[in-house]
């Protein structure tokens, strides 16, 4: 049950951070971001540090809402 | 001695991220600032395998502050 667990939040690690790597688009490449943080979170649950956990479920929107206040203003990253 | 698994996959995104930062795909500052965040969460991965509790909050509480610094950083450099 636990290794499950752990290859789940590998998976999801991995590929979040690859994709974000190599997708063009700056939404995209933001979303991806979000799969990443995904999986921190679970490999940080897995390890039992909950507090850690905490800290970065909230503050990790905080920084994805300060990157989405420079991509407003740029129109080509729309397309 | 048994490397555990979460090491290997920070120094995977650590690599591929400082990678990505210098040659990324599309030369604006945007994307580098994105890459340079997939390394953040590898260098994160690491000080989860050595077990470093009150760097790992410091570290991730500390980021948010330098991604507003440099969003406001590419905001006066795209703006001028």
């Known amino acids: ?25 700056a939404f995209d490449k933001l ?12 490999f ?32 080509e990253a729309a397309k | 001695m048994i490397v555990p698994p979460e090491f290997i996959v920070g120094c995977i ?10 040659y990324p795909r599309e030369k604006t500052y945007l994307t580098r600032l994105i890459n340079m965040e997939v390394a953040e ?3 994160v991965f690491i000080m989860l395998s050595f077990n470093e509790t009150l760097a790992l909050v410091t ?7 330098t991604t507003l610094i440099f969003v406001r950083v590419i905001e006066k450099k795209e703006g001028a």
């Open chain 1, 31 to 42: 979303i991806c971001l979000g799969i990443l943080t995904a999986g921190v979170v679970l």
């Open chain 1, 1 to 25: 049950m636990t290794d499950l667990i752990l290859i789940l939040a590998i998976f999801l690690a991995l590929f979040g951070g690859i994709a974000a790597l190599l997708v063009r688009s």
């Open chain 2, 13 to 22: 995104l650590l690599l591929a991220g400082v990678i990505f930062t210098a």
């Open chain 1, 44 to 75: 940080l649950v897995e390890k039992g540090y909950l507090d850690v956990a905490i800290v970065v479920s909230l503050l990790m929107p905080v920084g994805t809402i300060f990157i989405l206040l420079l991509l407003g203003k740029k129109q």
């Open chain 2, 41 to 43: 969460f590898g260098l």
């Open chain 2, 59 to 65: 570290f991730v509480a500390v980021n948010v502050v």
